[in-house]
């Protein structure tokens, strides 16, 4: 089956004692078993829930993974992820990432014991610097946020697999229509599926995709152990929205060239990051790894200070200044004093954020209309 064609029909057959089309949300914490533990594949929904079950094959199918596991938000995700290593193991992530993820790394995992090098990962030379023989995974977010860096992902699995370390990709800002990580070699594929998969900014979520079976176990084994899942309203809300995952995408990405072409010859603007400008340090690796290049735009003013961006966000009126990604609607937002403000001053400037960097996520609005609005927003 090809990708589009999957995004309808993946995972979701019609439903059998009805026939009805959509999968049904099945509101139930509890299933009948005709004799102790002789049940029709489900005994308690924590562990699983047939709109759930829906949900992981169908974002499996997206992922080209044998399997996937979904979570009550991104961060759930992560955590299940983390709960995988042991103190002293050692995990190399980028020096360019979610905020939320810096924060979980550095205030959760770090104190029990986990050890994290930040680094920027599109230097290969910085990778193999910083691996130990406790390294034991490669955390990779590409593109990165809110730099939009593009990491070499079949470089930095294969260098994995040679180490005998695991390898995972944030998968959120590109979304499986764009960028497909396990074919690229990574064991894992993570979501918020709240972004880009859920598409409507209407609801939280998260996903981990692999065909690593051992992983898979003990990532099951984390969602009957520590409960963080989604409910089946959630995960009804995130499959009807999957189901036109491509078309937004593909609108918000032509949008977003447009968007990027109109900032990269504005007078006010010092550099803007795009994957699909060709002055973008790593567009041959985003051509060779991503369908296109993305919906987020990130821009810098020639007069770098926080006053001066945040002036110009409270100036947009159709590009609305919010956190978050991934929806229908355009948003803008200041990472370094929001979805950023959890990283100090000093590691946001050496990994190169600066001041007066505004990050827009490209909606589906019309075209001239998005760049209209930037326009006045500038006068
Ligand atoms: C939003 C986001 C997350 C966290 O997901 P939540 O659903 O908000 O918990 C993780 N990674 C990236 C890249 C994100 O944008």
């Known amino acids: 089956m090809k990708f589009n064609t999957k995004t309808i029909h993946a995972g979701q057959k019609p439903e059998e004692t009805s026939g009805a089309v959509m999968p049904p949300i099945f509101q139930t914490s509890t299933y009948a078993q005709q004799a102790p533990n002789v049940n029709k594949g489900y005994d308690y929904a924590r562990v699983g829930n047939p709109t759930r079950t829906a949900l992981e094959k169908l974002i499996a199918g997206l992922e080209d993974a044998d399997e996937c596991a979904c979570f009550a938000s991104g961060c759930a995700a992560m955590d299940a992820v983390?709960?995988?290593?042991?103190?002293?193991?050692?995990?190399?992530?980028?020096?360019?990432?979610?905020?939320?993820?810096?924060?979980?790394?550095?205030?959760?995992?770090?104190?029990?014991?986990?050890?994290?090098?930040?680094?920027?990962?599109?230097?290969?030379?910085?990778?193999?610097k910083a691996r130990t023989e406790q390294t034991k995974l490669l955390w990779i977010e590409t593109?990165?946020?809110?730099?939009?860096?593009?990491?070499?992902?079949?470089?930095?699995?294969?260098?994995?697999?040679?180490?005998?370390?695991?390898?995972?990709?944030?998968?959120?800002?590109?979304?499986p229509y764009l960028q497909q990580p396990l074919n690229l070699g990574a064991d894992m594929s993570l979501h918020s599926t709240t972004k880009y998969l859920g598409g409507h900014s209407d609801v939280i979520g998260g996903a981990v995709a692999t065909s690593n079976s051992e992983v898979m176990e003990q990532i099951r084994f984390q969602v009957k152990t520590t409960g963080a899942v989604p409910g089946p309203m959630d995960c009804y809300l995130t499959l009807r929205g999957i189901k036109t995952l491509s078309v937004r995408v593909q609108q918000s990405v032509e949008n977003a060239k447009k968007v990027a072409t109109f900032l990269d010859k504005h007078a006010q603007v010092d550099r803007v990051i795009y994957p699909g400008l060709e002055s973008h340090e790593q567009h041959e690796i985003a051509k060779k790894q991503m369908k296109d290049f993305g919906a987020m735009v990130s821009f810098s003013l020639k007069d770098d200070s926080q006053e001066k961006a945040q002036e110009f966000m409270s100036r947009t009126s159709i590009f609305t200044l919010a956190e978050s990604l991934g929806g229908v609607e355009s948003l803008v937002s200041h990472p370094a004093s929001m979805t950023h403000g959890s990283i100090p001053k000093e590691v946001r400037e050496k990994a190169g954020l600066k001041d007066s960097l505004i990050r827009l996520s490209v909606g589906i609005e019309d075209a001239d209309d998005l760049v209209d609005d930037l326009a006045q927003a500038f006068e």
């Open 143 to 175: 593109p990165t946020n809110p730099l939009l860096r593009i990491v070499d992902i079949e470089k930095l699995t294969s260098f994995a697999r040679e180490h005998d370390m695991l390898s995972l990709v944030d998968n959120t800002f590109a979304s």
């Open 82 to 128: 983390l709960k995988m290593f042991r103190p002293g193991d050692h995990i190399i992530a980028s020096n360019d990432l979610y905020g939320g993820s810096y924060r979980l790394f550095t205030k959760v995992f770090e104190p029990m014991g986990i050890d994290f090098s930040f680094i920027d990962m599109t230097s290969m030379q910085a990778v193999q």
